[in-house]
Protein backbone atom coordinates (compact mmCIF):
# COMPACT_ATOMS: atom_id res chain seq x y z
CA UNK A 1 0.00 0.00 0.00
CA UNK A 2 1.31 3.42 -0.60
CA UNK A 3 2.44 5.99 1.84
CA UNK A 4 0.59 8.57 0.29
CA UNK A 5 -1.44 9.19 -2.57
CA UNK A 6 -1.18 12.21 -4.80
CA UNK A 7 -4.38 13.94 -6.72
CA UNK A 8 -3.78 16.02 -9.85
CA UNK A 9 -6.57 18.00 -10.91
CA UNK A 10 -8.25 16.95 -13.78
CA UNK A 11 -7.88 19.79 -15.61
CA UNK A 12 -3.86 19.97 -15.04
CA UNK A 13 -2.15 17.66 -17.52
CA UNK A 14 0.36 19.31 -17.51
CA UNK A 15 0.94 19.33 -14.10
CA UNK A 16 0.34 15.66 -13.43
CA UNK A 17 3.09 14.47 -15.80
CA UNK A 18 5.76 17.00 -14.40
CA UNK A 19 4.66 14.91 -10.86
CA UNK A 20 5.25 11.53 -12.46
CA UNK A 21 8.70 12.57 -14.17
CA UNK A 22 9.99 14.19 -11.19
CA UNK A 23 8.63 12.68 -8.23
CA UNK A 24 7.05 9.15 -8.93
CA UNK A 25 10.27 6.56 -8.50
CA UNK A 26 9.45 5.86 -5.55
CA UNK A 27 6.61 3.01 -5.34
CA UNK A 28 5.61 4.17 -1.89
CA UNK A 29 3.44 7.36 -3.50
CA UNK A 30 0.45 6.98 -5.75
CA UNK A 31 -0.52 9.21 -8.37
CA UNK A 32 -3.69 9.75 -9.57
CA UNK A 33 -6.24 12.29 -11.34
CA UNK A 34 -9.11 13.52 -9.90
CA UNK A 35 -11.89 11.30 -11.16
CA UNK A 36 -14.79 13.26 -9.92
CA UNK A 37 -16.21 15.61 -12.55
CA UNK A 38 -18.35 18.15 -10.25
CA UNK A 39 -19.81 18.70 -6.87
CA UNK A 40 -22.87 16.87 -6.60
CA UNK A 41 -26.56 18.20 -5.99
CA UNK A 42 -26.19 21.36 -7.44
CA UNK A 43 -29.86 22.36 -6.77
CA UNK A 44 -30.01 23.98 -3.51
CA UNK A 45 -33.81 21.91 -2.81
CA UNK A 46 -33.70 19.16 -0.81
CA UNK A 47 -34.69 15.99 -2.10
CA UNK A 48 -37.46 14.39 -1.45
CA UNK A 49 -35.38 10.94 -0.57
CA UNK A 50 -32.01 10.75 -0.39
CA UNK A 51 -29.93 7.54 -0.79
CA UNK A 52 -26.84 8.65 -0.30
CA UNK A 53 -26.20 7.80 3.72
CA UNK A 54 -22.82 9.61 4.00
CA UNK A 55 -21.36 12.07 1.96
CA UNK A 56 -18.19 10.68 0.55
CA UNK A 57 -16.08 14.10 0.57
CA UNK A 58 -15.64 14.30 4.14
CA UNK A 59 -12.25 16.07 3.66
CA UNK A 60 -13.33 19.56 2.20
CA UNK A 61 -9.57 21.28 2.55
CA UNK A 62 -8.65 18.18 -0.10
CA UNK A 63 -11.24 19.54 -2.13
CA UNK A 64 -9.76 22.74 -2.23
CA UNK A 65 -6.21 22.22 -2.83
CA UNK A 66 -6.76 20.46 -5.99
CA UNK A 67 -9.06 23.36 -7.06
CA UNK A 68 -6.20 26.21 -6.04
CA UNK A 69 -3.24 24.69 -6.39
CA UNK A 70 -4.25 21.88 -8.80
CA UNK A 71 -2.67 19.29 -6.15
CA UNK A 72 -3.20 17.91 -3.49
CA UNK A 73 -1.22 14.78 -1.08
CA UNK A 74 -2.82 12.38 1.45
CA UNK A 75 -2.25 9.54 3.36
CA UNK A 76 -4.80 6.94 2.53
CA UNK A 77 -5.80 7.22 5.60
CA UNK A 78 -6.83 10.23 5.44
CA UNK A 79 -9.15 10.03 2.68
CA UNK A 80 -13.32 9.43 3.59
CA UNK A 81 -15.29 7.00 1.89
Known amino acids: MAAFLVIVARMRPDL ?32 TFDRRTLDRRTRPEIDEEVRVQGWAAVAPGQVGG
Not at 21 to 40: I, K, S, Y
Open 16 to 47: YAYIRRAFFTNPRFELHFDRRRVRRRRVKATP
